[in-house]
């Protein structure tokens, strides 16, 4: 959980956007490399604190789907929080083949961005709204905007409903999937246009 500012090269949605779950899903084709077996779902959260639920709640339902083969960190059974970030974060880094990491948490914000989901190129910094010290992470960052920074973050997140993560988490999980089965949909046509074009040849 962190408090959301603007940086260059960000892209940013309200969940309740017409269509934003196919223009998510448009963006993470382009951003999240699908043909990646090292490929990995980090969701930062926890299930103790209903405005920091977004990325377990992603994080489970990425996980239930049974044939979405990607590595996904942090469910609600599982959370990545801040007791086990830093030992989850070596881990990946000491691997020989290094995993992408795509990075999900919830931030805090400005009032009219609550509702929002940001996508920026680079990693997050979980606990910045809290004051915690804790390591960037992530090679890309999607972070849900649930409630308004600047005071008493803890209060904020503990009386933040449940509802605005469930259904920000729901878009942004099937967008995510979503993404991943036009990854596979493309590499099918691809294939079919390459022995289109080797057959017409024959």
């Not at 991943?180 to 289109?196: F, M």
Request: overall charge neutral; charged content about 20%; some cysteine.
């Amino acid at each position: 959980m962190f408090v959301h500012s603007t940086r260059l090269q960000s892209e940013d949605f309200s969940y309740q956007d017409l269509g934003v779950t196919w223009r998510l899903s448009s963006l993470f084709v382009q951003l999240i490399p699908f043909e990646k077996t090292h490929l990995t779902f980090c969701c930062i959260g926890t299930d103790r604190s209903t405005g920091d639920a977004l990325g377990p709640l992603i994080g489970t339902w990425l996980r239930e789907h049974p044939e979405f083969p990607y590595e996904v960190i942090g469910t609600l059974q599982q959370p990545l929080h801040a007791l086990n970030l830093h030992q989850t974060i070596e881990s990946l880094q000491a691997r020989t083949l290094k995993p992408y990491v795509v990075a999900i948490d919830a931030c805090l914000g400005r009032v009219e961005k609550i509702g929002h989901i940001v996508i920026e190129k680079g990693p997050l910094f979980p606990g910045k709204a809290v004051k915690k010290e804790l390591p960037p992470v992530g090679d890309l960052s999607i972070k849900g905007i649930v409630n308004v920074g600047g005071f008493q973050e803890y209060s904020v997140l503990q009386n933040t409903r449940l509802q605005l993560p469930y259904d920000m988490g729901k878009v942004l999980s099937r967008a995510l999937l979503l993404a991943w089965q036009r990854h596979q949909l493309k590499l099918v046509n691809n294939r079919h246009d390459d022995s289109y074009n080797h057959n017409a040849w024959q």
